[in-house]
Nanobody, 125 residues
Framework: QVQLVESGGGLVHPGGSLRLSCVAS????????IGWFRQAPGKEREGVSCISINYSSTYYTDSVKGRFTVSRDNAKNTAYLLMNSLEPEDTAVYHC??????????????????WGQGTQVTVSS
């Protein structure tokens, strides 16, 4: 059974950090591009960061550049999103997603095949 499971969300003060994890099961992430997306209440889901295989390309939406870092550990079949200097505007449900690299056309939420259930990130004082 193909599955992506996120973890690491929670409540953090502004300026704090969280590291999200995305563990894949039922398939091997080695040949998949991975994306992190988020959806805040009343807003569209947006691509936060995406990474292709072998780090050949990474993408960050402008609002997180310099603060978030995407990474992957194929040996652990896991992807990560390290989030530093968190802001209240980062509050959302964060999802990871995967698509076979040959089908990867960029960090669009319509271009990924497999999705996790999401983990809540709340940034508040």
């Amino acid at each position: 059974q193909v599955q992506l499971v996120e973890s690491g969300g929670g409540l953090v003060h502004p300026g704090g950090s969280l590291r999200l994890s995305c563990v894949a099961s039922g398939f091997t992430l080695d040949y998949y591009a991975i994306g992190w997306f988020r959806q805040a209440p009343g807003k569209e889901r947006e691509g936060v960061s995406c990474i292709s295989i072998n780090y050949s390309s990474t993408y960050y939406t402008d609002s997180v550049k310099g603060r978030f870092t995407v990474s992957r550990d194929n040996a652990k079949n896991t992807a990560y999103l390290l989030m530093n200097s968190l802001e209240p505007e980062d509050t959302a449900v964060y999802h990871c997603a995967a698509v076979p690299f040959r089908h990867y056309k960029g960090c669009s939420n319509t271009g990924f095949d497999f999705w996790g259930q999401g983990t809540q990130v709340t940034v508040s004082s």
